[in-house]
C-alpha cells in the first residue's frame, strides 16, 4: 500500500510502526454550527481509508477529536446568550446526528479539548523548561525559532512567513510567528487555573496533546483537511516534536478543499451548503458518492446539480439491485477467476494512493454486470456481482449499506401499496382516480409502467 505523504511530498509504501496495527488521528470539528459538505469530506474520506484499512487485514486505533472551547464557540455562546458549554455540547449532539445519517463509523476515541486541560497545560510546562515556550502579560507563545525544522511539513520558511497570514498579531510576542499556547482570560470568558494564569488552551497545543496521551509520541497517521496543513499541523509537528525529540506522525494525508460557487466552502464567509440539507433532499449514497468519486487529495467542486446527478445514479443502483433481491437468491458465490480479478482490481486501485474514483468505477462496473446477468437468466453469474457489491465492496466505501436500505425498503412498500390500490380503482373502472395515482408520482420521479407481469416501476 502506498500513500502520498504531505511531510515529504512523496508516494510512499506504508508500513505502520506495529505491524498489523494503525494508529491515525483525524482533525475533527470545531463545535459551533451544523456541518456542511466541505466538513463532511475529511469525514467520508478518513472513514473510508479506514474501513480500507480494516479490510486489508489492519486493526485501526482512531482519534477524532471535538474542538470544544474556542473563540467561535464563545462568540456564539454570546450570540444566543448562553454558556460555551451549551454550545458545543449541542452541537457535538447534532454532529453525531448528521454523521450517522452520512454512514459515517466513530472512531475509538473522540476526545474533547476541556477533558485534557490538566494534561495540556502539564505540557506547556515541560516546553517552557526545555526553552521551547516563555511567558508575556497575554499568555504563553511557542518559540519558533528554537525549532530548527519548523516549516518542514508545510515547506515553508520562517523569513517567508513573516509577512504571511494566519499570523497572531500580539506586541507581546518575540517573534510575529509565535503561536498561543495558553490564553489569558478575558472578563467573561470560560477559564481554568494554570502557573500562569487563570486562562484557556491554544488551538494547536490541543490537538498534540490529545493525540500523543492516547496515540503515543509517535505514531502512523495525521490526516485533516489541506487548509490545516498550515499553521494547525505544522505547529502541531513543532510542539510534539520539541517535547519529545521523536517523529510525532509518520505519515500526513490531506484531503484537497471543496469549492461552492468557485470559492472555498467555509462557515466564516457563510458559503455553505449543510450536510444535513444535501441528505434531505439527495440522500447519503449520493453525497458519498460524489465525495469518493474525486481523488481525495484534489480539490472537489460542489454544485447541487452535480449532487443532483450523482442522486440519479445512485438511484439506478438500488433499482437493479431491489431487482435481484426481488428474486429471493440468497447464497455465498465461488471465489473463481472473476472473483479474483475484481478483487485485486479493488485492492489494487486502493493500495495506490487510495485511488477512490477507480474503485467506486468499479463497483458501478459490477452493477451493470449484475443487471446483465439477470437479464441472462445467470444466476451463477448475478449471485458474484450481487455479493461483490454489497457484501464485499460496498461496506468498505459505505455504499449502498443496509442503513440506507431500510429507508429504500419502506420508500418501495409505500409505492407497492400505492400500485395496489391503483389496481384496485382499475378493477372499479375508477381511471380517473388510477390515472391521478400515476400522475402525483410521476411529479416526484416515480414512473410506472404497466406490463403483462404486473405494474412496474422506476425511480429517476
Not at 211 to 217: M, P
Not at 318 to 338: D, F, M, Q
Request: aromatic share 12%; charged share 30%; hydrophobic share 35%.
Amino acid at each position: 500500500m502506498k500513500i502520498t505523504n504531505t511531510l515529504t511530498g512523496r508516494k510512499e509504501e506504508f508500513v505502520p510502526l506495529q505491524p498489523g496495527v494503525v494508529r491515525m488521528y483525524v482533525c475533527g470539528p470545531t463545535v459551533y454550527d451544523l456541518i456542511h459538505v466541505g466538513n463532511a469530506r475529511p469525514a467520508v474520506v478518513f472513514d473510508v481509508f479506514r474501513r480500507y484499512l480494516e479490510y486489508r487485514g489492519y486493526r485501526v486505533i482512531m482519534v477524532q477529536n471535538f474542538t470544544d472551547i474556542d473563540d467561535k464557540i464563545i462568540n456564539k455562546a454570546n450570540q444566543l446568550g448562553v454558556d460555551p458549554k451549551t454550545v458545543a455540547d449541542t452541537f457535538i449532539a447534532e454532529y453525531w446526528r448528521d454523521a450517522h445519517a452520512l454512514g459515517i463509523r466513530p472512531a475509538n476515541f473522540h476526545p474533547r479539548t476541556t477533558d485534557f486541560v490538566g494534561d495540556i497545560v502539564e505540557i506547556i510546562e515541560r516546553l517552557v523548561e526545555k526553552g521551547f515556550a516563555y511567558q508575556t502579560e497575554t499568555g504563553v507563545y511557542f518559540d519558533v525559532r528554537k525549532f530548527e525544522k519548523y516549516g518542514e511539513l508545510s515547506k515553508k520558511r520562517i523569513d517567508d512567513l513573516i509577512a504571511g497570514a494566519r499570523v497572531e498579531v500580539d506586541e507581546t510576542k518575540k517573534f510575529p510567528l509565535d503561536f498561543s499556547l495558553w490564553k489569558k482570560a478575558k472578563p467573561g470568558e470560560p477559564c481554568w487555573k494554570s502557573p500562569w494564569s487563570e486562562g484557556r488552551p491554544g488551538w494547536h497545543i490541543e490537538c498534540t496533546v490529545m493525540s500523543v496521551k492516547i496515540l503515543g509520541e509517535s505514531f502512523d497517521i495525521h490526516a485533516g483537511g489541506e487548509d490545516l496543513i498550515f499553521p494547525h499541523h505544522e505547529n502541531e509537528k513543532a510542539q510534539a516534536e520539541a517535547l519529545t525529540g521523536k517523529t510525532f506522525a509518520r505519515y500526513w494525508m490531506h484531503n484537497g478543499m471543496v469549492r461552492f460557487l468557485g470559492d472555498k466552502m467555509s462557515k466564516s464567509t457563510g458559503n455553505i451548503f449543510t450536510v444535513r440539507e444535501a441528505l434531505k433532499k439527495y440522500g447519503r449514497d449520493a453525497l458519498r458518492y460524489m465525495i469518493l468519486s474525486k481523488h481525495y487529495r484534489s480539490p472537489m467542486d460542489f454544485s447541487e446539480e452535480l449532487l443532483s446527478n450523482y442522486s440519479k445514479a445512485v438511484k439506478r443502483v438500488w433499482e437493479v439491485l431491489r431487482r435481484y433481491e426481488n428474486t429471493g437468491e440468497v447464497g455465498i458465490p465461488k471465489r473463481n477467476s472473476v472473483y479474483e480479478e475484481y478483487v485485486n482490481k479493488f485492492i489494487e486501485a486502493l493500495d495506490d494512493d487510495f485511488n477512490t474514483p477507480v474503485a467506486v468505477s468499479i463497483l458501478f462496473e459490477l452493477v451493470k454486470g449484475l443487471s446483465r446477468a439477470m437479464d441472462n437468466n445467470d444466476r451463477e453469474g448475478a449471485l458474484l456481482y450481487y455479493h461483490l457489491i454489497r457484501r464485499e465492496f460496498g461496506p468498505v466505501l459505505g455504499l449502498f449499506d443496509l442503513n440506507e436500505e431500510k429507508k429504500e425498503v419502506a420508500n418501495e412498500e409505500l409505492i407497492k401499496i400505492l400500485i395496489d390500490v391503483r389496481e384496485m380503482l382499475r378493477k372499479e373502472k375508477k381511471y380517473d382516480l388510477s390515472d391521478e395515482i400515476r400522475e402525483r408520482l410521476k411529479k416526484i420521479g416515480i414512473n410506472l409502467k404497466d406490463t403483462p407481469r404486473g405494474t412496474e416501476y422506476t425511480v429517476e
